[in-house]
């Protein structure tokens, strides 16, 4: 007769039998006890059993207690997983990233691993927890805790100026000389990049030939200039090469055996294949195919380490435990707070202290920081309050910082028994719910005009009588899928307003410019003769920042980065310009060697580009 499968038909499996069961093949000696009163319970012999015995059964049922609550917890955390792992799969999706790794942790330890999609698609390699990622600004901090270990060693002076340990320092400045304090806040009033130099201690040097654009702690400029500065720093005052400091310091206490703290040809073929998109001159589009990213050595101070997800969240789980780890420290608890320091007002309510972004949320204390590489991602997010973070990396395009954020939130949930968060609507980019506002024809000085029609949700420009429907890429940016648009965004000014939401009155792309029946401002500009020479397109061999356009509009020069990002360019001599309006940037642009009415080059910030034969 075929058995019931009804739970009254057979003995429960007791959670707490079952755990006895495993202890004891233990060194729990009372283990054997609490099996015995299991059973007695089970066969009804209670009364006998209890005499004497009742302590074992408070423990029995405590027991209980506490796994079941343990397989609840279980239970969640498991749907939790499986709640990210849709989203992270829906984001990769959404943003055609390769691979990608994930790892969560506490204090006391790894929570979770996750991989997906490929190391290599050409070869077919997948994401491994074994796979290394290059982690780009993450490895700001790691500058940052070394430097402070000898600062605790007495070996290095925060509040001092660069010359105090190299004599031979120079940069040009009309202000008092910044410290190691302001190149570790992004306070020194540096410019951001030189990508030339190659990880050499000339970016030292090179200086001399900069100027800083503010006093120290007057403004927060991110400078990864600074940080590679704090490298060869960390190596003067060592004696060791950066990577061996790392790997001392760091890596070793940590255990972090296969991580890299320099990125180098040896460990190459253990790294995932870094992706772009195929066009470096214009802002990406989802026609565009991914390409392997150029590859390069680095190992400099700001951006260098190349780690597996596990190891990158045993360094995260140090700072979860303010710089402890088990058996010691890697930073005392007043290193920690320097490390976390509210110094310098990063981006809206987030802070910058030393390699790490701090803020509040909820009521707790959050820390974090992105890294960028050509063709990586990554991100670094912590809530010091509860002790939980998270790290996710990629090989290509991707929001690792909206996965980050997402995950850590599933974790905190289940953790607190609330319903998981929803994954997200999957909004369109063809979808502009106010596609009204930017419905009209728009006229050009010279009487060019630019239609656009809004249907709903969509809006349309109207072109060579074509629809072209188009994407948001921002509040009031635009990108058009055509060929006669695709080396700009298209954006739309607003009219001023208090809530700065007023009427749409102006568009332009590129260097055109259009304006509406509610304009109201100038509509002929005049602009300097010389400007026309330095109007063109500009390349170089780097693999960061490899071309840029300039271009005049409504009176203005402007340098228009292929994101089609833009800069105003602020004259301060014949052919030297500001980059930015801000007049604390450091950045400049010197347009010179004018042959035949044309600029033949432009030196941004140190680096030279060349004018090319592309529009």
Request: aromatic content about 10%.
């Amino acid at each position: 007769m075929r058995r019931s499968s009804s739970s009254a038909m057979r003995p429960v499996a007791s959670p707490v039998l079952s755990w006895c069961r495993a202890a004891r093949g233990s060194s729990c000696a009372a283990s054997n006890s609490l099996v015995r009163g299991l059973r007695a319970i089970q066969r009804g012999e209670f009364m006998r059993y209890r005499r004497g015995k009742w302590h074992w059964l408070v423990a029995i049922w405590l027991a209980g207690t506490a796994t079941a609550a343990g397989q609840s917890e279980a239970v969640r955390l498991a749907q939790a997983w499986r709640h990210i792992a849709a989203f992270v799969r829906q984001q990769m999706t959404d943003s055609r990233t390769p691979g990608l790794a994930l790892a969560i942790t506490n204090r006391e330890g790894l929570l979770h691993l996750a991989t997906f999609g490929h190391a290599d698609p050409a070869a077919r390699r997948p994401v491994t927890p074994e796979t290394l990622f290059q982690i780009g600004s993450i490895s700001k901090s790691f500058t940052a805790v070394a430097l402070l270990q000898l600062h605790e060693e007495g070996k290095l002076k925060l509040d001092e100026p660069l010359v105090r340990y190299w004599p031979w320092f120079s940069i040009s400045s009309a202000h008092p000389p910044f410290t190691v304090h302001h190149l570790l806040t992004h306070t020194a009033g540096l410019p951001r990049d030189r990508d030339d130099i190659p990880s050499s201690w000339f970016t030292v040097w090179a200086l001399r030939e900069r100027v800083t654009g503010a006093a120290p702690d007057a403004h927060w400029a991110y400078s990864n200039v600074g940080y590679q500065v704090l490298g060869y720093l960390l190596e003067t005052l060592d004696g060791a090469d950066y990577a061996t400091i790392l790997r001392r310091r760091i890596f070793q206490p940590l255990g972090m055996h296969r991580s890299e703290p320099t990125i180098t040809f040896a460990a190459r073929t253990r790294m995932a294949v870094g992706h772009q998109t195929a066009y470096d001159d214009r802002p990406a589009h989802r026609s565009h195919p991914l390409v392997p990213a150029p590859w390069f050595e680095y190992g400099a101070g700001d951006g260098s380490i190349a780690a597996t997800p596990a190891e990158l969240a045993a360094y995260l789980r140090m700072l979860l435990n303010r710089g402890a780890v088990p058996g010691g420290r890697i930073l005392s608890e007043e290193s920690f707070a320097l490390l976390t320091q509210r110094a310098a007002r990063a981006r809206g309510e987030r802070w910058y202290g030393y390699g790490l972004e701090v803020w509040e949320k909820d009521g707790h204390t959050w820390f974090g920081h992105g890294g960028a590489m050509v063709g990586y991602r990554a991100m670094l997010l912590g809530n010091l309050h509860e002790g939980l973070g998270v790290v996710v990396m990629t090989n290509g395009p991707g929001a690792p910082d909206r996965i980050a954020e997402f995950a850590l939130e599933c974790v905190r949930a289940a953790l607190q028994s609330r319903p998981l968060p929803e994954l997200p609507e999957r909004v369109p980019p063809a979808r502009v719910e106010n596609a009204a506002d930017y419905a009209g024809t728009f006229t050009a000085p010279d009487g060019r005009q630019l239609r656009l029609v809004a249907s709903g949700d969509r809006l349309y420009l109207l072109h060579g009588g074509q629809r072209i429907r188009l994407e948001r890429r921002g509040r009031d940016r635009f990108y058009a899928h055509h060929p006669d648009f695709a080396l700009f965004p298209i954006v739309f000014t607003r009219a001023p307003a208090e809530n700065g939401s007023g009427p749409v009155t102006e568009v332009h792309h590129g260097a055109a410019w259009f304006f509406n029946e509610r304009y109201t401002g100038p509509r002929t500009f005049a602009v300097p003769a010389e400007w026309n020479a330095y109007e063109g397109h500009y390349r170089t061999a780097n693999p960061w920042l490899s071309n840029f356009r300039v271009l005049t509009r409504k009176g203005k020069l402007w340098l228009v980065f292929p994101s089609g990002e833009e800069e105003e360019l602020v004259p301060l001599a014949p052919g030297l310009f500001r980059v930015g309006s801000e007049e604390h940037s450091a950045e400049r642009l010197q347009l010179d060697a004018v042959v035949e009415g044309r600029a033949l080059r432009a030196n941004f910030s140190g680096v030279d580009f060349y004018r090319t034969f592309t529009p």
